[in-house]
């Protein structure tokens, strides 16, 4: 049913409230330290998370019993960040050497059953001995047949090893490395290490293009004092210079989609200028063939300067994603659950609404339009009674700009009942040059991703589906960007706990995926990704520490050194312009202001003119903002054909939410009004 008012989260909440006082100061942890992040609170030991600006720990007997997506009731005693899953997980982190009910610890070491108590096995991947009895306790883990003993071989269903058809255990018979063993009949949910052959559309996705990118050489910098977090790298690169003046405002030059041949002199590296990245060619499902001249990628634009304004909103909670229809004409928001907001730039007014329970409550991760701009996909996670199921809902442009915000028949938002599946669905993106969607899912209790190809027009997913085992235990980080060869290539960043990047390419037709093969250091948290629409390299951004950002070209990551760093100034979320021309990055707030960088196509590294601007929004901590420690900016909505867009984040805990939309406008850029 959809309701413009929900009053179920408001009584939960004060019964949660109530709870909270019942149980006494020891509970609330009234003399707790502040924080901003759930990883703020790591030297406070286990089961501390952040809430309300403090750590915390929260008893709980269930899952239920904890503030929801990201957390899990450890060992049936207090909320916390999962600490495993299997238990690499936990000799990784240095907390134990198994992992039991996504708790770890102590193990004993073995070769062999034998050295086991009565009970226990022995897994001899780890080395450990774990109990049979326990569901969490993982089997013999595997990617690669390569990974199993001998006399077994990977399930690429369970990615566990298994027995070969009742073979000896010492004679070792598995064939190519690459290859795992299908236990179950074929069906479309199937995922593997390689492709399963796909339709049209996904072959045109991994079809070669004719000019493969050129390569941009990374400098050296010298290295800075300031370490991120302990899932960061050290920190190695000099800031940023917080410079905001504007070097050029003349009004032609920041046009969004210049494409005069008469370029100025030196604006445009040389290394970054493929034949096929004009921006008409990153226009998705455009068949149509250009008359014009194609005269390369825009040229960099001036270091714009920024004019931010909150708009008031009633209603308004913390929000997770934004999105603009093509035509520019409203935005689509998604709070973190159950609620939709649909803004109308012209008006100024935001529809509000609700579509939450009785179903189960909603767990947004991100909306992206259709290039057609008929619909756009809403994707999110459901929790009923602890279970998860990933969910896709349509919202119908057409069905929206006629209803009256009451009809159900009328809805504009419908969801496809054949694209659940019980995991997690965290991302979703078109391919640059057209072509269906990739939804990027995880699982509830597993380090593991699948990438997935949806059909809108049939509403359910295609035969493509292929997964590997991932360092963080959700991904939620998605661009497409070309491999090495100029072919493209689907990367993926995580995570909420954990950090991971991994790449899923074609090499003539058979599919690989890497990932500590494009990487010279460890890249921290990643929370996300974006690809410049020429799809030539991607920029992730790292939330953990400070602020990094890192480079995908090629078929590698840039390591710590080449990668621009901001001394205390948090980071989470990117987004490009449609032309390419600018990313903004935004993130949380640090000393009254927020966060916020800009990033000018395609001045990566860091001279004497820095691409990269800090633009952040002063006074944060004050009126109308009233930012806390908590607030965080989640994603940036640029509106197609201007130098502006929208900014969306807010705060929440157990006393409610409070949603941020933020208004903001490059002065010397085209306008938005």
């Not at 598995?174 to 593997?192: F, G, H, L, Q």
Request: charged content about 20%; hydrophobic content about 30%.
């Amino acid at each position: 049913m959809i309701k413009t008012r929900a009053l179920a989260p408001l009584v939960a909440a004060v019964a949660l409230m109530a709870w909270l006082s019942a149980c006494g100061s020891d509970s609330t942890g009234a003399s707790a330290p502040g924080c901003a992040l759930d990883s703020d609170c790591a030297n406070e030991g286990r089961g501390f998370i952040c809430s309300d600006s403090q750590c915390l720990q929260l008893p709980c007997t269930t899952r239920a019993d904890c503030p929801g997506l990201g957390y899990t009731c450890i060992n049936g005693t207090v909320c916390g960040v999962t600490e495993c899953t299997t238990s690499q997980d936990c000799v990784v982190q240095g907390l134990g050497t198994i992992c039991l009910e996504n708790a770890c610890a102590p193990g004993i070491s073995c070769a062999s059953n034998n050295d086991c108590p009565g009970g226990w096995e022995c897994n001899t991947l780890l080395g450990q001995c774990i109990t049979g009895s326990t569901s969490n306790a993982p089997q013999d883990e595997c990617s690669r047949n390569s990974d199993c003993p001998s006399g077994q071989q990977c399930d690429r269903d369970t990615l566990t090893c298994i027995n070969v058809g009742g073979q000896d255990a010492g004679v070792d018979t598995s064939p190519a490395d690459t290859n795992v063993v299908d236990t179950r009949p074929p069906e479309d949910t199937r995922v593997e290490d390689t492709f399963v052959e796909p339709d049209t559309e996904m072959k045109d996705i991994f079809d070669e293009p004719d000019v493969a990118p050129d390569t941009v050489v990374m400098e050296d910098t010298t290295p800075e004092d300031t370490a991120p977090e302990d899932t960061a790298p050290e920190d190695t690169t000099p800031d940023v210079p917080e410079d905001t003046t504007p070097q050029d405002t003349a009004p032609e030059d920041t046009a969004p989609q210049d494409t005069t041949p008469d370029v100025p002199e030196d604006t445009t590296p040389e290394d970054t200028t493929p034949q096929d990245t004009a921006p008409e060619d990153t226009a998705p499902q455009d068949t149509s063939v250009e008359d014009e001249e194609d005269t390369g990628p825009p040229p960099t634009p001036p270091r714009g300067v920024y004019h931010y304004e909150r708009l008031p909103v009633g209603g308004f909670g913390r929000a997770v994603s934004i999105d603009f229809h093509p035509d520019s004409s409203y935005a689509v928001i998604l709070e973190s659950y159950d609620i939709v907001h649909i803004h109308d730039w012209d008006t100024g007014v935001t529809t509000r609404v609700d579509l939450g329970p009785p179903r189960g409550n909603l767990y947004w991760s991100e909306v992206v339009f259709d290039p057609s701009g008929e619909f756009a996909l809403l994707v999110g996670t459901r929790y009923v009674d602890d279970a998860s199921t990933g969910v896709i809902l349509r919202f119908d442009d057409a069905l929206w700009r006629g209803w009256d915000g009451e009809s159900e028949e009328t809805s504009p938002f419908s969801e496809f009942e054949d694209a659940q599946r019980a995991e997690i669905y965290t991302a979703i993106e078109y391919p640059h040059q057209g072509g269906l969607p990739i939804l990027l899912t995880g699982v509830e209790a597993g380090y593991r991703i699948t990438l997935r190809e949806f059909d809108p027009v049939v509403g359910s997913f295609t035969d493509f589906a292929t997964t590997t085992l991932s360092g963080a235990n959700i991904s939620r980080g998605l661009a497409f960007a070309k491999n090495e060869f100029g072919g493209p290539g689907i990367l993926v960043g995580g995570g909420d706990s954990g950090a991971d990047v991994s790449y899923y390419t074609e090499i003539q037709d058979i599919g690989e995926w890497r990932d500590e093969r494009m990487l010279d250091s460890n890249t921290g948290n990643i929370s996300r990704i974006a690809s410049h629409p020429s799809g030539d390299y991607a920029l992730l951004v790292q939330s953990s520490g400070g602020a990094r950002i890192y480079r995908y070209e090629a078929g590698q990551v840039s390591d710590s050194s080449d990668s621009p760093s901001w001394s205390n100034r948090g980071s989470f979320a990117i987004r490009f312009q449609d032309d390419g021309r600018r990313a903004l990055v935004v993130g949380g707030n640090r000393g009254g202001v927020g966060s916020a960088f800009e990033f000018r196509h395609d001045e990566f590294e860091c001279g004497l003119d820095c691409g990269w601007t800090q633009v952040s929004i002063p006074d944060f901590s004050d009126p109308p903002y009233n930012a806390n420690s908590s607030t965080l900016l989640t994603d940036v909505g640029w509106r197609p054909g201007c130098d502006g867009g929208l900014i969306v984040g807010g705060w929440s805990n157990f006393n409610g939410s409070v949603g941020y939309l933020i208004k903001f406008q490059i002065e010397n850029g085209v306008s938005c009004d």
